[in-house]
């Protein structure tokens, strides 16, 4: 059977590209234009976000989603820019010293600016008390005082030990001082013969004979007895000097006292704050209680080995330091941080260690550093949320933090065995709003696996891609440009120019009715369109730039188009353009490479025969389909069943199979052109090579619209044209992909002058009716179909499948 010329139904002309008119546009440049930073398409996003920044309740933070280049990032920072929350004071946070357990350091806040002046008084307070005191202790009233007090004590003690040395003597002993190493010992020695005799040394005498047995008895009764006396006179010497230092310390207190209470009066009086209060109330306390520390004298060390650089010895006032952690002192508008890095250091701080002179690690509270979420208390804190879920420990301590409104700082430390500090600062109060920015599968992750992230990110704001398409929404594209072609210093752009760029952003939207939003991509074309005028040494930017910009980017890009075109121009993929097959039909893929994606055209072939296996998906069979295809396998058998097994059974075995294909098929986009190659095979009726075909099918036979489109055309085209365009080649697409076709101008030029077609289709009859030029055929009343049509011709082939099947089975009975 021949396949008859006829003329089907073209999609027309201007619905192949959508052009931009700008000619009512009073403008010969985009330097006539007024640039406008206006965030456009976004209406939906910036209504969730104005609510997230204005809510100031727990847990309104916000979730930026949308694709990469959409102006989430550009969008947060222009809304964020000069913001100052309601009802949101600025403070000053401080850590200081806690004398009653330094391991748990007090947190203190102040208001905006306090924080500094509270640091400067407690240097003066501590450089006053320094000078102050020494002058005290070195006043004639002091000295009176003291002398006093240490006179009548020696004295006391003199007396005794006078008393002593007189009972010592009448009972014929001495008092002597024995050197025991770097220490004396008071010792009573007997007297013998007029010397000072060692009692060991008596007793040897005895024992030689040399002195009387009876005569050492005595003197050794009388020896116990007087160290007996020694060792009371011992106990009482010393509780009178811990009676002297007692009253040498209670002399301190009663002159320092007075000063020290007026100082700190001075300074509560000065804030009035509780934790201030308390705070001065210890140190007042500790100063007390440590006023030897004031006492001191600098003496530089000498080294023990000349040159030997010897360690400054620990600061002994470095205790009463004040430790300024955030200060708002200049803060005007709400802080607003962006974290580039959002490590566990970066966000929630640390403790820093330093090495003493003995070579261990020490900390105080002096070295507590904070980071980026609480220098942002009162304001904003914009995060990245992949960056910020990788970095290990980051996203549990900020769930607490956002949950509780507090931070505790700690250094990050997993291998907590080997930490250490044992600081606990007190955590601190914190009113940071968080807005994170992400991609919607990490958002639907995280609210789906995370029973907390709900709690703390209650407002989504989500960007789309495209945005509608209007005279309005052109003219701000316009001024969009040229805000960019300003603040990038780029060539003016004419109009021919700018409607290049507006058509290519349409394209990119994938609708001839919408317009792309990921700008990222349009500004690059726009730098580049710059840079190719200026290499050409226009002074304007035209069309003709614009489309050098965007084929020279597509170049860079198709080195894997370029290869596969290669292997079918060269026979390696077997890719027919002329002539007519029977069970083979040309089908359309998109490779997608990320950042490029093109289309090509593929062999499917099908063969059916007698048998009960149904429709046999090859890819399948093999590992290679991907779920989405098999569905698209599943329906094309529901359509079959549906349309021809109605009065008998499909007893047929079909094989279908994408020819030179080696990696994973996805998607149902072939699932129409799986059927005209079931249904050719059926007919025995050749299909056309030089016509591909895309789309994807319904139970009911109705083709449905695709993705790509766009490349998917071009792709054919390109093949066609590698092997000459005969005037009959072209493209089968659904009927609702006609909204979406921005082609190429060259591909719409050679469809004007009729060398290449593209026909619109909305059933699989229809299709099928351009590809074998044969009447699909409509079933009569009888339940027939109309005779040599295709439908016709397939029903009667597998109704020969269902009697010979029935036959070959009685037969083997």
């Not at 309104?60 to 947060?76: D, H």
Request: net charge positive; with cysteine; charged share 30%.
């Amino acid at each position: 059977m021949e396949i008859k010329n006829v003329n089907y139904e073209e999609i027309p002309i201007e619905k192949l590209r959508w052009k931009c008119d700008l000619s009512k546009l009073n403008i010969k440049t985009t330097n006539d234009l007024k640039p406008s930073k206006k965030i456009l398409g976004q209406e939906r996003a910036l209504k969730a976000i104005k609510l997230g920044l204005e809510m100031e309740y727990l847990g309104y933070n916000l979730f930026v989603t949308g694709k990469a280049g959409t102006g989430r990032s550009t969008t947060i920072k222009m809304l964020l820019e000069g913001r100052k929350r309601e009802g949101v004071e600025f403070d000053d946070k401080c850590y200081v010293n806690n004398f009653k357990n330094p391991d748990m350091p007090r947190a203190i806040n102040l208001l905006a600016g306090q924080g500094k002046i509270f640091k400067k008084d407690m240097e003066n307070l501590i450089s006053s008390l320094r000078k102050k005191i020494p002058l005290i202790f070195e006043s004639k009233r002091y000295q009176a005082n003291k002398k006093s007090i240490i006179e009548d004590l020696k004295n006391k003690q003199k007396e005794m030990v006078k008393k002593f040395e007189k009972r010592v003597n009448k009972e014929n002993f001495t008092l002597v001082q024995i050197q025991m190493g770097i220490y004396t010992k008071p010792e009573i020695l007997p007297i013998i013969t007029g010397k000072p005799i060692n009692l060991d040394k008596l007793e040897s005498m005895v024992e030689l004979k040399q002195f009387s047995e009876k005569d050492f008895k005595i003197i050794q009764k009388k020896y116990n007895e007087l160290s007996s006396q020694l060792s009371e006179i011992s106990k009482e010497i010393s509780n009178i000097e811990k009676d002297l230092n007692q009253k040498l310390f209670s002399l301190d207190y009663k002159m320092v006292s007075p000063m020290v209470e007026e100082l700190i009066s001075e300074l509560k009086e000065k804030y009035k704050n509780k934790k201030i209060n308390l705070y001065l109330d210890e140190i007042k306390e500790n100063i007390l209680n440590n006023i030897e520390k004031f006492q001191e004298k600098k003496e530089k060390e000498t080294p023990v080995i000349p040159g030997l650089v010897i360690r400054p010895a620990k600061d002994n006032f470095k205790e009463y330091e004040v430790n300024v952690i955030v200060d708002n002192s200049e803060t005007k508008n709400s802080p607003i941080i962006i974290e580039t890095n959002p490590s566990y250091k970066n966000l929630f701080g640390s403790i820093e260690k330093t090495l003493d002179k003995f070579g261990h690690w020490r900390t105080d509270f002096t070295r507590i550093k904070v980071g980026s979420l609480l220098r942002a208390n009162g304001g904003f804190l914009v995060l990245n949320a992949y960056d910020t879920l990788i970095e290990p420990g980051v996203w549990p301590a900020l769930k607490r933090s956002l949950l509780h409104r507090k931070i505790i700082t700690q250094t990050y430390d997993p291998f907590y065995m080997f930490t250490t500090s044992a600081l606990k600062p007190e955590p601190i109060e914190c009113n940071t709003k968080v807005i994170m920015i992400g991609d919607p599968f990490l958002y639907y992750l995280l609210y789906s696996g995370d029973e907390d992230f709900k709690k703390i990110f209650k407002v989504r704001a989500d960007f789309d891609s495209i945005t509608k398409k209007d005279n309005n929404s052109i003219y701000q594209y316009t001024c969009f440009i040229q805000n960019i072609c300003q603040r990038e210093k780029l060539r003016p752009f004419d109009k021919s120019g700018l409607s290049a760029i507006i058509e290519y952003a349409v394209r990119l939207s994938g609708r001839q009715n919408k317009m792309s939003t990921q700008f990222n991509n349009l500004v690059d074309v726009l730098r580049e369109a710059s840079y190719w005028a200026k290499e050409d040494d226009s002074p304007i930017v035209n069309e003709k730039y614009v489309d050098k910009a965007i084929n020279e980017k597509i170049e860079r890009l198709r080195l894997v188009e370029e290869k596969i075109q290669e292997m079918i121009e060269d026979g390696t993929i077997m890719i027919d353009c002329q002539g007519a097959v029977t069970g083979q039909v040309n089908g359309l893929t998109v490779y997608d490479l990320g950042e490029y994606s093109f289309g090509k055209p593929t062999r499917i072939t099908a063969k059916t025969s007698m048998g009960r296996a149904g429709i046999i998906n090859i890819e399948r069979e093999a590992d290679l389909s991907g779920k989405t295809h098999n569905k698209g396998v599943l329906i094309l058998s529901g359509y079959l069943r549906a349309k021809y097994a109605q009065d008998k059974p499909l007893t047929v075995s079909a094989s279908i199979c994408f020819e030179q294909s080696y990696s994973g098929v996805e998607g149902d986009s072939a699932s129409s052109t799986e059927v005209y190659a079931l249904l050719s095979s059926l007919a025995d009726l050749p299909l056309r090579q030089d016509i591909a075909i895309t789309g994807s099918i319904n139970q009911n036979g109705e083709i449905q619209p695709i993705g790509g489109v766009n490349q998917k055309i071009e792709g054919f085209y390109e093949v066609c044209k590698s092997k000459t365009l005969t005037g009959t080649q072209g493209v089968i697409i659904p009927a609702l992909n006609i909204l979406d076709l921005m082609l190429r101008k060259d591909v719409v030029e050679a469809i004007k002058e009729g060398k290449f077609h593209v026909y619109p289709i909305k059933t699989i009859d229809q299709g099928i009716e351009i590809l074998t030029g044969v009447k699909a055929g409509e079933r009569k009343n009888d339940g027939n179909f109309e005779e040599d049509t295709v439908n016709y011709l397939v029903d009667k082939k597998l109704t020969e499948f269902a009697k010979k099947l029935k036959e070959f089975g009685t037969e083997m009975k």
